[in-house]
């Protein structure tokens, strides 16, 4: 099966400091999502982004299908942006995605 | 728009104890439906999946169960809690018939069985 490995584990920032997380996956995928977790434990939709370049105001994700990762920027921490990153991978003819082990961030005041 | 409903948010069983969450979706028609469960600290683990009405596939041999009773309705069961039920359950939707597969997550239940 595929295997999804996030980098990194946590990471831990002061207010206004820029983040690059990242997703490594094992095999040629066509669906690629982002996640926040915020500490009520939601589940938020960050990107669907199977391939190329996305930007949502602060944060921006980038996906190289060919090469088999993807990227999530963070620009100006802000504490809210707190919690967990996950990266979740698939095929789109499978019902199924493949969730990675997180990076659990923590910005600072 | 599509919206997902989990109840309840927070339970506390015994061990032993039956258990019913239940997950419903609004505004979509013949979605793909999921139970995940997360320990505490960890990710997440697909349990079960639905495609249709009656349609349920494991991804994990365990002591829960799930049913759909309705297109829209899905049921996750155990007949006797165990300890390492506890956790973060969350149910998840995704549209079948388009080109996006996103998959979208209701609020959760947080179990603790004692």
């Known amino acids: 099966g595929i295997q999804v490995e996030q980098s990194p584990p946590d990471l831990i920032l002061q207010e206004g400091a820029n983040s690059t997380l990242r997703c490594n996956f094992s095999?040629?995928?066509?669906?690629l999502q982002w996640f926040h977790q915020n500490p009520w434990g939601q589940l938020i939709n960050l990107f669907y982004?199977?391939?190329g370049t996305k930007q949502n105001g602060r944060l921006s994700a980038t996906t190289v299908a060919t090469e088999r990762y993807s990227l999530l920027y963070i620009s100006s921490s802000q504490t809210t942006d707190s919690g967990v990153y996950f990266c979740?991978?698939?095929?789109?003819?499978?019902?199924?995605?493949?969730f990675g082990s997180g990076t659990r961030l923590s910005i600072r005041p | 728009s599509q919206t997902i409903h989990q109840w309840p948010a927070t339970l506390v069983q015994p061990v032993g104890s039956p258990l019913s969450l239940e997950c419903t979706v609004e505004g979509t028609s013949n979605p793909n439906l999921y139970w995940y469960r997360q320990a505490a600290g960890r990710g997440l683990q697909l349990l079960f999946y639905s495609v249709g009405i009656g349609q349920i596939s494991s991804e994990v041999p365990q002591n829960l169960s799930a049913s759909r009773p309705q297109d829209r309705q899905f049921i996750l069961s155990s007949k006797k809690l165990l300890l390492s039920d506890s956790g973060f359950y969350l149910c998840a939707w995704r549209a079948t018939g388009r080109t996006s597969y996103e998959q979208y997550f209701g609020p959760g239940t947080r179990l603790t069985v004692t």
């Open positions: 982004i199977p391939s």
């Open positions: 095999d040629s995928v066509n669906n």
């Open positions: 979740a991978v698939g095929y789109s003819s499978a019902s199924k995605i493949i």
